[in-house]
């Protein structure tokens, strides 16, 4: 591991820089992003990021699009422009842990779901402006993960009378599992940059969510397999379910049967 050791030459170059520090934001000192290029710090680099090419991402590409309100009809479906779409209310979408969109594809950083939720259009708006006034469109670049609201949410007025059939929808959502990618940011950018804008993002999902990178996802799955590997003790969750000790599929949901028990 990396550790720094002060020395003497330090310790006065960083008393001698504390006094030129420049003081903005009712008396705080300035973001890293904001600072000054003489402000010094030992974990820091300094040096300036290269810029990404138009081959690699074009330009027009880089922030985050606008996700529409309403989904759109394709020319291959049943539904006739200008129709309202209607679809199940069914809650096996949420749950289960995500299998297919649980990893990085350009494998730097992201947030990722820590639990089922869903995601209005109010949400993808607050995240996409946020995040693309905070991006150096030169050398950093936002894709979504997420698809744009396409499940149909419905509300029924208080006192209405029940019954005449199903009512138009009244806003779309879209469903999102545990361990979702919910969005990724890449480019030429280190950690802490990245910390800081998407640690925001994650607080603005009305479901909990965390900063991810492609370090931390390998970390985690080298530290399950050893955790199985050196286990000693057999009767695990899944030793347990999977011979049904003591009748224990009695007191277990469907849901913790297939799933595992995270996902109750």
Known sequence: EFSFQPTISSIMWRQRLSSAVVVDNFGRQPSRCLAAPYLWHWRV??????????????????????????PTSNAGSLVSPGAKWHYTQSRAIFR??????????????????LEAGVMLHNHFETIRMSLNRKLDLDRMFAVWRVDAPWMAGYKRPPGLTLGGGKRDPKFYKSPVKDERIILELGGNLDWQEAFRMLRQMAGYLPFKARFVSQEMLDFEQRYDQYVSEVNVNPFDFDFVRKHNLCNVERHLTPYAIKHGRRWW
């Open 45 to 70: 680099n300094w040096k300036p990021k290269p810029a990404l090419s138009e081959a690699e991402v074009p330009r027009d590409q880089r922030r985050l699009p606008i996700r529409p309100k309403v």
């Open 96 to 113: 289960g842990p995500e299998l297919v969109h649980n990893k990085l594809i350009h494998k730097q950083f992201g947030v990722q779901a």
